[in-house]
């Protein structure tokens, strides 16, 4: 083991000169990530710290000193601090989303895939006879596409077969075209919307000419672009069970389920915990007024805000901009006042919450939730802390 991680130095030092890695710029962990004092690995040298990392990894992981370089690596280009704490937060997520399988198999790809088609092609009134005859086309590796949808069982299969689909079949571009099936991918099942924001906002430090979509389904890519949405913003948290809630839900859900629960306790409104505050249609925030808009537009002589200003401010609700926006403070300046007229504890209202999410999707096969996530992964997260002791 020993051997091999000092040889995996040498390849992370080789690779470190490929990918052209800035020094770690943050040395002071997130509240939410300081376990005790909140050890730092500043100090250590790429060896001895790629040797710890490798020891948190669960006992069933294969290619260990793989795993530790690729985590070096892009801890280092993002700019996350070194510790116990901020890579067991990664190395739970990936235990739990995938096993530590770059490419996890999903079971019953083959009939999830079907229904799509149908589906696609149903909205289009097309005959599903007409479905089973391109089908039966053959494929660029020799199979028939139907065949090579028999017998998917990764979302990468997915990905390259509606590729090719789009190219060659009679209806792919006008039906198929941007309408790739496969959301999201890799080991920490990251979105490939995101993959793509982020690589524009700030450039992805290996050298490749793939699409980032295809990066994705590289562990390096997967690594990369599942830790900078778990570690690279601000979580505003003194726990990191939030953070876990916020990967699953999106940045800042349980920041802004907080929020809603404050709205609800000071205008006695039924109000869903979800995260989000506005409306959204295809990614983008509606003109059509949520209920948080409504219930707040009912006291707006109270927060002493304009309609145009709580838009204004819920238009930030993405961004950790939205924390220290007049809307959220006023919000909780009532709320608190409210609850403390109510009840003789005088405690301030919390601003993180866990979302109430039910997980949907063609992959999930029983009822689970942001909830049940975020408990399972910090289960897994200290579980991680306990294998550096």
């Not at 999903?106 to 005859?133: C, H, K, M, Q, T």
């Not at 390096?220 to 876990?244: E, N």
């Not at 999106?250 to 802004?256: D, E």
């Not at 838009?311 to 006023?330: H, Q, T, V, W």
Request: hydrophobic share 40%; net charge positive.
């Amino acid at each position: 083991m020993r051997s091999a991680l000092l040889v995996a130095g040498s390849v992370l030092a080789l690779l470190a000169g490929c990918v052209a890695l800035d020094a770690p710029k943050k040395t002071v962990l997130p509240p939410d990530l300081r376990q005790g004092e909140g050890i730092l690995w500043t100090d250590l040298d790429s060896a001895t710290r790629q040797a710890r990392i490798a020891r948190l990894l669960p006992a069933t992981v294969k290619d260990r000193s793989g795993w530790a370089i690729d985590l070096q690596i892009t801890y280092d280009a993002i700019g996350i601090p070194a510790a116990p704490t901020t890579f067991c937060a990664s190395i739970a997520v990936i235990e739990q989303e995938s096993g530590f399988q770059v490419n996890p198999v999903i079971p019953g790809l083959p009939g999830i895939v079907r229904r799509e088609l149908e589906r696609r092609l149903g909205s289009y009134n097309i005959p599903l006879f007409l479905l089973d005859a391109a089908l039966l086309k053959k494929s660029p590796n020799g199979s028939s596409y139907g065949e090579r949808i028999a017998a998917l069982k990764t979302e990468q299969q997915v990905s390259t077969l509606f590729d090719e689909m789009i190219a060659e079949l009679p209806f792919g571009e006008a039906l198929l075209a941007d309408k790739n099936p496969v959301h999201t991918a890799g080991p920490m099942q990251v979105s490939v919307a995101f993959a793509e924001k982020y690589s524009a906002e700030k450039p992805y430090p290996y050298a490749s000419n793939k699409r980032m979509r295809d990066e994705l389904f590289t562990r390096r890519g997967g690594l990369y672009f599942g830790v900078a949405i778990l570690l690279d913003y601000p979580a505003p948290y003194d726990d990191v069970l939030y953070r876990f809630a916020d990967f699953n839900a999106g940045r800042f859900s349980s920041r802004n389920a907080a929020f809603q629960s404050a709205l609800a306790k000071l205008t006695g409104e039924a109000i869903a915990r979800d995260g989000d505050l506005l409306r959204y249609a295809s990614g983008k925030p509606s003109d059509a007024v949520s209920a948080v808009e409504s219930a707040l537009l009912g006291i707006s002589h109270r927060l002493d805000m304009r309609r145009s200003d709580i838009r204004r401010d819920l238009l930030l609700e993405k961004s950790a901009e939205f924390g220290s926006s007049p809307l959220y403070k006023k919000l909780f300046q009532l709320a608190n006042a409210n609850a403390n007229s109510n009840a003789s504890t005088g405690s301030p209202l919390p601003h993180q919450a866990m979302p109430t999410i039910d997980l949907k999707s063609p992959k999930i096969t029983r009822k689970l939730t942001t909830d049940w996530f975020a408990h399972r992964v910090k289960d897994r997260y200290r579980q991680c802390l306990a294998r550096d002791g």
